[in-house]
């Protein structure tokens, strides 16, 4: 059975968790395949907002199996905090959450590495979320790294030790004021490392090969968004690992030839948290209309996200990068209301008109060239069929149709499960 992905298509925030919420009775197994704390995935039902930021979004549904994989980095005070926050729904947490043995962990040194590198950078901060990823996946790839699978050795608190000293002393060579407790810090990480150790670790390549030759269907869950990607994200203002569709084969063992349909998401306008290039965005009434309206406060920071109109151009690049299939328009409802809708569906590079994504997008160099749209005024959070969508709203998703060349199968009307209409 194919496996099938559900990834950002802009800059993260997209509505992934709603979604996947959305999708899990379709699914047997959820997995997560990269990124760690520095997401957010907010799900919204029963007037309740729920915020995930490593466990999957198929966690509330009873029948499905939720796998944090070997591509994600797990702090384990914060994943503590998330169980905690679920125990009033009786999940059976040990049966229905399933961490990688691969899986990376995030020591409290990693943080403190974090917040001394991104000071240090001075005005030419990146705007890391402080959460420690990025010093993870540095000791992952320079093959210093700390596993799930550790904590099951007799000398784990030794390699723990050893690895602490040495990030100390990282530290120091940063030569930044950054007050902490080392030992306070600690005695939180072992504490939760210690809830950790009563969940279920697995060989998580091996689980997903078996449960794919008995045949369940299964949903591959990215974090952040395609242009974050360590790769081919709007660098250096990225995330530290592989966001997109080439992401969930490292990140879960899942062989290229086993992917199935590639549901892509994006907002019916552009938001980004942080640093970094961004040509769409809006400085204007229209574009704390959309921050205001649209709620556009990071999940995990409480930044307030930069807003600006949809950029076909990324959307496109994000669209062939991944091979997606189907796509999933999020937030329609926030544009209720504007006059006219613009789309910047070409770029002015250097003085020629482009319709690629260039090697830099900074301001100096790009321009966007919009295309114009009648707007409306209807309140969509009440409507549940596509045949109740404004003639306005049915030609702007119709102009994106076209011009991405993916058909457009859900479109999102509200925060809640229930505002999502199938097309």
Sequence with gaps: ???????????????????????????????RFQGGPNAGHTLEFDGIKHVLHTIPSGIFHKNAINIVGNGVVIDPVIFKKELEALEQFKIDIKSKLLISRKAHLILPTHRLLDAASETSKGKAKIGSTLKGIGPTYMDKTGRNGMRIGD????????????????????????????????????????????????????????????????????????????????????YPFVTSSNTTAAGACTGLGVAPNQIGEVKGIFKAYTTRVGSGPFPTELFDEDGETMGRVGNEFGATTGRPRRCGWLDIVALKYAVQVNGVTELMMMKADVLSGFETIKICTAYNYKGEKITHLPYNIEAENVTPIYSEMKG????????????????????????????????IKIVSVGPDRTQTILR
């Design 151 to 234: 904590l099951e050795m007799s000398d784990w608190k030794e390699k723990y030790r050893a690895l602490a000293d040495k990030h100390e002393a990282m530290i120091d060579y940063y030569n930044v004021d950054i007050e902490y407790d080392l030992a306070e810090l600690e005695n939180e990480f072992f504490k939760s490392v210690e809830a950790l150790k009563k969940l279920t670790f697995i060989d998580s390549e091996e689980y997903l090969f078996q449960a794919q030759r008995s045949g369940k269907k299964i949903l591959a869950e990215g974090a952040q968004g395609s242009l974050l990607d360590i790769d081919f994200g709007t």
């Design 376 to 407: 409306w005024k209807e309140d969509l959070t009440k409507m549940s069929k596509a045949d109740e969508l404004p003639k306005e709203l049915a030609a702007y998703i119709e102009f994106l149709e076209k011009e991405l060349e993916v058909p």
């Design 1 to 31: 059975m194919a496996v099938d992905l559900l990834l950002g298509l802009q800059w993260g925030d997209e509505g992934k968790g709603k979604i996947v919420d959305v999708l899990t009775k379709n699914y047997d197994i959820i997995a």
